[in-house]
């Protein structure tokens, strides 16, 4: 591991070690399997940031599930001033199931807002939400979140999935940015 990496124009300084993450999915993994004993829930995977964590997580579930891999896309509608946004690649009935949603970030909480829209529109029965990262000083919304990896200032960061313009999801440590 580097202590110090650059990514584009931006330096960034180790901030969560792998295990340290691995010690927090396992967290997170161990509640769900705790809370879906006797159910099968199902799986949204919100990409692109949360696929290294819905691989390492997933691997770790031990009840019956299925898993979708979905995309919030927003897309500006027939009125320039209306931005809607809608679930691309649901490819499971929600209606009456119970429903995980595996995010890699909570910031301000508006996408997962959106998201818990959708999923009640679509009449899921329950529906519980699983973050690694969790900023609480950044969010402003009033829903709970059932499940959360780490909690962290402010700050912004990348790799485990998480980007700064494309790059970095790969690595297996999150850095922050050294301002
Ligand atoms: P929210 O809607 O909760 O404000 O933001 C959620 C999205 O913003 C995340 O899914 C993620 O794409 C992006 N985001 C928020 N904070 C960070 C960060 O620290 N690093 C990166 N790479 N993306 C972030």
Redesign the pocket.
Known sequence: MDNKIKVRDKEFGIYLTAQEIDLAVSRVADSINHDMKGKVPLFLV?LN?AFMFASDLLKKIKVDNNISFVKLSSYTGTRSSQVVSELIGLNEVVKGRTVVIL??????????KRMLEILRQQEAADVKIATL?Y?PG??TEDYKIDYIGLEIPN????GYG???DGFGRNLPDIYKIVE
């Open positions: 919100v940031g995010e890699d970030i909570i910031d301000t909480g508006l996408t997962m990262v900023k950044a969010f700050d912004f960061i990348l998480l980007d700064y």
